[in-house]
Structures are given as structure tokens and as C-alpha cells.
């Protein structure tokens, strides 16, 4: 077990919870695309339960600079470990697989790298840059790790301008500690203000399920809304391994429908709430808001 992780029993996934493999034309189609390119999405490498959905929509979150992160958060399905340095040609794999696939709303995100000196903060923007580039038009979306609290190497990833910067928070702040113990929640909070002074469009989420209480929920909402994050995803904590930490409780549709109309009436321009939400779900829908 886990240090720190409470000692309990498996529960059992409630139905709205089970979806079908993502194994269908559409997925396979996707998923050779990505293999023939060498990339990774985090799709695949986090368990999201939305990929068959997602793949059926010609839809994919690409994950750069490797599959190995630094951290070990735990819930995250993503490996740890020491990465190998980043990949000069992942970046132009990227372009051709987006172009293949026609893209018109891209989301790029990353493992965290604390082994660069700008965490990954480069690679980001070269990326938002060569794509604008290539792809005129293409709405961008980038969710980053926290660099370390590095203002500069954030800076990188605001001047190159994406259309979103999205920084995941995960957890209430009572469990943040416990499941981000290399993660620092005013820090994270810190970042989002920063995107937002600077004017772009911010977007954070996180997950229920590992303990928290209702009131801790809304708290979070709070600490969101006072740093002006625009947009919201939320969803249920499902444990990827007997390795991660438990699942504490599984919330109802309801209550991820109550949660969304809370955090509407806290300010938030786009909310996705709901069990199978994750960070990047129906992303191009916020546009047409």
C-alpha cells in the first residue's frame, strides 16, 4: 500500500460508468495514425474512459515530449521515471499527424518534465508556433504542467499565445498534498492567475472520488473563480491499478449536474460536468459559446 493511502475495499463501478472498448473502424484508423507517426496521446496513455468516444470523432489529446513523466501522482496511469530528452522531430510528427486527421481544434498537453531547465515550457511553444504556421486557423489549446513555478518558462508558453492554457488543479485543496506530492496547489493557482492577467482564455479541472468533502468541492470552485478561470471540466476519480489510490465514493449524474450549475452561478463561462469528464472532453465545444 501506498504511504499515506487509506486502507478500504474495491468498490463496485456503478453502470454509468461502463463504457464500451474503444475498438471499433474509427479507433483503429486513429490509433494507426498515431502509431505510424510515433506519437503518444494521453489518451491512451492515461486509461481516459472517453477514448472510444473521442477516436469515433476523429479526435485526439496529444502528449509531447515522451510518455515518461518525472512525478508520480497517485492516480495518474501516466509511467514515471527518468524520460529520455525530448525529440527533435516529435513536433513536425505532430503537424503531420493533425493535418492528416484534419484538425481544426488541437489540444496539446505533456508529461511533467522537472529534468529540463524550462520544464517543458519551449517545446510548447515551438509547437503553438509551427502549428499556427502550418495550419492557419486551427484553434489550439495546450494544457501544461506547472514548470516549477518558473514565471519565465510560463512566459514562453503566453507568448506564443494558444487560444486556451489549461492547468489542472486534480484535487481539493485537503487532498491535493496527499495525491500531488510533488505539486504545490497555490502554485497551480498562482499560474492561472498569471494566464489570465495576460489575457488569455484560462481552463483548469479535477476529479471527485478521493475523499474529499462537498464543502471542499466548492472551495475549489471558489479558489478558481477568484484567479478568473474561465472554463471548468470535472469529473469522477476512477482508480487506474490497485496501485493508485482508492476511489473513495463514486458521485451520481446528478450530483455532477448539480456541481455544473454551482459552478456556472461562481462565474465560470464553459463547464463540462459529469462522470466520464476529463480535462479535455467536448474542448472545441467552448468555442461556439
Not at 504542467?145 to 486556451?164: E, K, Q, T, Y
Not at 471540466?233 to 449524474?253: L, M, N, S
Request: glycine share 8%; charged share 25%.
Amino acid at each position: 500500500m501506498i504511504s499515506g493511502q487509506p486502507k478500504s475495499q474495491l468498490l463496485r463501478k456503478p453502470p454509468w460508468l461502463k463504457v464500451r472498448p474503444p475498438y471499433d473502424d474509427a479507433c483503429r484508423r486513429i490509433r494507426s495514425t498515431l502509431s505510424g507517426l510515433q506519437l503518444h496521446t494521453v489518451c491512451q496513455e492515461a486509461a481516459c474512459p472517453n477514448m472510444a468516444e473521442c477516436f469515433a470523432c476523429g479526435t485526439a489529446t496529444f502528449l509531447i515530449l515522451g510518455n515518461i513523466c518525472t512525478r508520480n501522482c497517485l492516480y495518474c496511469n501516466v509511467a514515471h521515471g527518468r524520460p529520455q530528452p525530448p525529440d527533435e522531430q516529435e513536433i513536425s510528427r505532430l503537424i503531420s499527424a493533425v493535418k492528416q486527421m484534419r484538425l481544426q481544434y488541437v489540444v496539446l498537453t505533456s508529461v511533467t518534465r522537472d529534468d529540463l531547465p524550462d520544464g517543458g515550457a519551449g517545446a510548447f511553444a515551438d509547437a503553438i508556433r509551427r502549428l499556427r504556421g502550418e495550419i492557419p486557423g486551427c484553434k489550439i489549446e495546450v494544457l501544461i504542467p506547472d514548470f516549477g513555478g518558473d514565471p519565465n518558462a510560463l512566459g514562453l508558453v503566453i507568448d506564443a499565445a494558444p487560444d486556451v492554457i489549461n492547468h489542472n488543479l486534480e484535487a481539493a485543496e485537503p487532498m491535493f498534498d496527499k495525491l500531488r506530492p510533488q505539486g504545490n496547489y497555490r502554485l497551480s493557482l498562482d499560474l492561472l492567475s498569471r494566464v489570465a492577467a495576460a489575457g488569455l482564455v484560462t481552463k483548469s479541472g479535477f476529479m471527485v472520488g478521493f475523499g474529499e468533502q462537498k464543502e471542499d468541492v466548492l472551495r475549489l470552485m471558489d479558489d478558481l473563480a477568484e484567479v478568473s478561470c474561465a472554463r471548468l471540466t470535472i469529473g469522477q476519480y476512477q482508480q487506474p491499478t490497485r496501485r493508485h489510490w482508492p476511489v473513495a465514493r463514486y458521485y451520481t449524474p446528478e450530483e455532477f449536474a448539480e456541481f455544473g450549475k454551482i459552478a456556472y452561478a461562481k462565474g465560470f463561462e464553459h463547464v463540462e460536468s459529469g462522470p466520464l469528464v476529463r480535462s479535455s472532453y467536448h474542448a472545441a465545444r467552448a468555442v461556439s459559446r
